[in-house]
């Protein structure tokens, strides 16, 4: 399994980024994708996840991030608006084939594939 992150660079503040993660395998054999992000000298953190087209997202990323998955091309997308110097991280694909509940998708251990990062770098 490869999830291939791109999509990231350098951005000014209120600009808007779209992430892509391409799957090797079909996207629809898995239960629940994601991504998550991790800013210098800080944890992983959990920025929104999909699960039959339910979608969640961290308080950061709320109204301002929006997944899609379109299992058609096995891709998973993170269109990022309004961004700030805060959002600054390396982004992760992931995803996984349980169906994980809310809670869970928080947690980087629950979920068992991990794509390489993509760093996104927003400057004011």
């Known amino acids: 399994v490869q999830l291939q992150a791109s999509g990231g660079g350098p951005v000014q503040t209120g600009n808007s980024l779209r992430l892509t993660c391409a799957a090797s395998g079909s996207t629809s054999t898995y239960a629940v994708m994601g991504w998550f992000r991790q800013a210098p000298g800080k944890e992983r953190e959990f920025v929104a996840g999909e699960r039959r087209g339910n979608r969640y997202y961290s308080n950061s990323s709320k109204g301002r991030f929006a997944i899609s998955r379109d299992n058609a091309k096995n891709t998973v997308y993170l269109q990022m608006n309004s961004l700030k110097p805060e959002d600054t991280a390396v982004y992760y694909c992931?995803?996984?084939?349980?169906?994980?509940?809310?809670?869970?998708?928080?947690?980087?251990?629950?979920?068992?594939?991990w794509g390489q990062g993509t760093l996104v770098t927003v400057s004011s």
């Open positions: 992931v995803a996984d084939r349980s169906s994980l509940i809310m809670s869970s998708m928080f947690i980087p251990d629950s979920w068992h594939y």
